[in-house]
């Protein structure tokens, strides 16, 4: 049967079962070099938009791209430098390690605590100078137990590569299809 590779409801099985599971890799750590520099991508396999960023103390963090306060999102897909992201609704502003900096108006919320309405962290860690995020609440293994054997085999291995070029492919079909097939 090839229904696990043309059903959309088996689709919908693999996102929560596999994907929001999964360490997934997101990009390279030379894609934001600088304190302050992020890149926002929506990852529809997700159901997600996150914010990939270097915070003021050199470590790299992943958030979702949506404000606490009503949901909005807060940064469109792209890449840049900032010193805070800033919610264009109420102008909540968050600092590169996502901490609430500035919140308007916050003297009409009762019993406010700043400290409890940073941006929703997701788990990111890094390999080889590849950046991996966990969306899932708790991540049942590590990025170290989820790659195995292969962790340490391939230490240095991308040391001196350079990226040349990208190539991009849209392919109307199933990710597995396309994944056999490459």
């Given at each position: ?83 805070g992201f ?12 996502g901490k ?33 995020i966990n ?48």
């Amino acid at each position: 049967s090839i229904e696990d590779s043309v059903s959309d409801e088996w689709f919908e099985k693999e996102r929560e079962r596999l994907f929001k599971r999964a360490w997934l890799v997101m990009g390279r750590v030379d894609d934001i070099p600088n304190v302050g520099d992020y890149v926002v991508k929506d990852v529809a396999v997700l159901e997600t938009s996150i914010i990939i960023t270097r915070g003021k103390d050199d470590q790299i963090r992943a958030f979702h791209n949506v404000c606490p306060h009503r949901l909005n999102k807060i940064m469109q897909p792209g890449e840049g430098n900032t010193r805070g992201f800033m919610c264009q609704f109420h102008g909540w502003t968050f600092d590169l390690e996502g901490k609430l900096a500035h919140c308007s108006n916050k003297e009409l919320f009762e019993n406010f605590d700043q400290s409890k309405h940073g941006l929703p962290t997701i788990h990111a860690e890094l390999w080889q100078g590849f950046i991996f995020i966990n969306v899932a609440k708790e991540p049942k293994h590590t990025l170290k137990e989820w790659i195995g054997g292969m962790y340490d085999q391939y230490d240095g291995y991308w040391d001196d590569m350079e990226l040349r070029g990208e190539w991009h492919a849209e392919v109307d079909c199933n990710w597995k299809l396309y994944v056999d097939a490459n």
